[in-house]
């Protein structure tokens, strides 16, 4: 019996570096399947066949990647599987426990979810095709790990400005007092959002400080943020040296204390995914959605 036809998917460009074999020996990704090294310096082989000696030199990059059966995998089957959102989940669950499992060993750029080459002789052609900005990228990455920072204003809580204690209300008409109260929620809202703006000022400076990038992505909304955080405003991610790391942690979170407005949260270290954008050109690995490479 024939086996049934597989692709190669590709999690990430790695820096093969001393013990990453042994880190990605029993590693398993998407679907259950084993995950290995592909490399080219001398070769053409998986790590652990021709080749494997080179790619234990520290420059050498490599791609990280699974076989994945190709009737689960191709154009059609993958236009169904991004409508189940169980999928998608365990998916990429998957993906990202390879990419964090490689981290403590070595810098990973890591690639988006379902990019796929029809074999491992195609993707061996992106990966010296690529090789130089791999490399250029992989040296921007080292020893760096990407961390999150939102800035959330909470409802309701706002700090008054200071000064002389208003005299007692008269009285007024309900279409008054209705005036009123809209216009005194609308003051809060603006002292809210001010103290957003602050904070956001205040994580700007010190990030120019302790990281080296910074990528702003849009403010999350609906499902995506929490209902007790209150309105997400910020949502930057910063790529930090480690060993500025803690530094840059304590700062930031100092930099909203005296704004009881504003809810700033850190996250991280994480593997850099708003770092890692694929070089282009007509070796770019496929992403989701996209057509095979090599079809």
Avoid: C
């Avoid at 290995?36 to 990059?61: H, V, W």
């Avoid at 790990?145 to 200071?162: I, M, N, Q």
């Avoid at 002292?191 to 400076?205: H, K, L, N, P, T």
């Amino acid at each position: 019996m024939n086996a049934e036809p597989v692709l190669t998917y590709v999690y990430a460009v790695a820096s093969v570096t001393p013990g990453l074999a042994d880190a990605v020996a029993g590693l398993h990704g998407v679907g259950g399947a084993p995950v290995a090294l592909l490399t080219a310096p001398g070769g053409l082989g998986r790590d652990g066949g021709e080749g494997a000696e080179a790619s234990e030199d520290p420059a050498t990059a490599a791609f990280v990647v699974s076989p994945v059966p190709a009737s689960q995998w191709r154009e059609e089957a993958l236009k169904a599987h991004f409508e189940d959102l169980d999928w998608l989940e365990a998916t990429a669950r998957a993906h990202h426990h390879v990419i964090q499992a490689l981290m403590d060993h070595t810098t990973v750029l890591p690639l988006r979810m379902a990019t796929l080459y029809e074999d491992d002789g195609r993707a061996l052609d992106a990966l010296r095709g690529q090789r130089r900005s791999f490399a250029d990228r992989l040296s921007l990455l080292a020893r760096h790990a990407e961390y999150g920072v939102k800035v959330y204003v909470r409802p309701g809580t706002a700090t008054p400005a200071a000064g002389p204690e208003p005299p007692a209300p008269q009285p007024a008409s309900p279409g008054k007092a209705y005036l009123q109260a809209r216009r005194a929620q609308h003051h809060a809202q603006e002292d809210r959002y001010g103290q957003a703006r602050q904070a956001a000022e205040r994580i700007a400076a010190t990030a120019a400080r302790y990281a080296t990038h910074v990528v702003r992505h849009p403010a999350q909304t609906g499902s995506l943020a929490r209902d007790d955080s209150g309105e997400n405003v910020l949502n930057d991610a910063f790529l930090v040296p480690d060993g500025q790391a803690e530094a840059f942690r304590t700062a930031v979170r100092e930099a909203g204390e005296d704004l009881p407005g504003v809810r700033i949260e850190v996250t991280g270290p994480w593997a850099p995914y708003s770092f890692a954008v694929p070089p282009p050109g007509p070796a770019e690995p496929a992403g989701p959605g996209d057509r095979l490479r090599g079809t």
